[in-house]
């Protein structure tokens, strides 16, 4: 796929989820909040569902949490715009209560198609709904911090799962702002990790990832080529390593 393609196709899911009425949900929301993000990236954060402000602005984590998740994630050096965000319900549950196991049952479809579209090396799990759905029984107490294989039938068919505490909790319990920071500062490492099991598995022959996305630690330089037989000058390397142009890219940057 190439970015408008995947672009196009997470609109199509998003019009869907606009529309949809596969539960009851759907009775009390304002808008429905399919996700948003960059058609490239490589890390998707899943939470749990939309909050009241998330429900009046069809856009996921815009609340108080929300500038929690944007603040841990500067700390790492990314930048919301740079990675995908999304719910395992689309809609708000009233009262901000705990979704239904059929809620997330028949929301499931849209984060798998969400997944399968973006094809993230790393997932990151905010809180325990989300966390059930990756690692089923698992206790957030737990395996804060740590990560394992996603199951590929949650439609990441490649990735790993990274899991951390809702930054709503960090919110409630100001201890577990400090565990969010250091799960976070984590996230880079597990990249990186999930960048080079990709590659080693041949993922990276697939041309539809762009520049590896957020940047994070630096990579390790090539292997020096054997001396060449005189050839056209090649171009200068790409951010794009499906061979898109970096003015894309910035342009796809501008119009998140
Ligand atoms: S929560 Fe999901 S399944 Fe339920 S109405 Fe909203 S989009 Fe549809």
Redesign the pocket.
Known sequence: MTPEERRAALAKIADE?SA???????MG?TR?VPGEGHPDTEVVFVGE?PGYNEDQQGRPFVGAAGTLLNELLGKIGWRRDEVFITNV???RPPGNRD?EPQ?IA??AP?LERQLAILDPALVVTLGRHSLQTFRPGARIGQVHGTQQPAPPATGARDATTASLYHPAAALRQNSLRETMLADMARLPQALLDSRARRAGAGAQATPNQAEPRPPTAPEPDPAPEPAPAPEPEPEPMSVAAGGHDPDDQMELLLNQ
Do not use: D, T
């Open positions: 989820v949809c009425r596969k539960c009851p949900l759907s929301r429905a569902g319900v689309k809609c979704p809620e028949a929301c849209y």
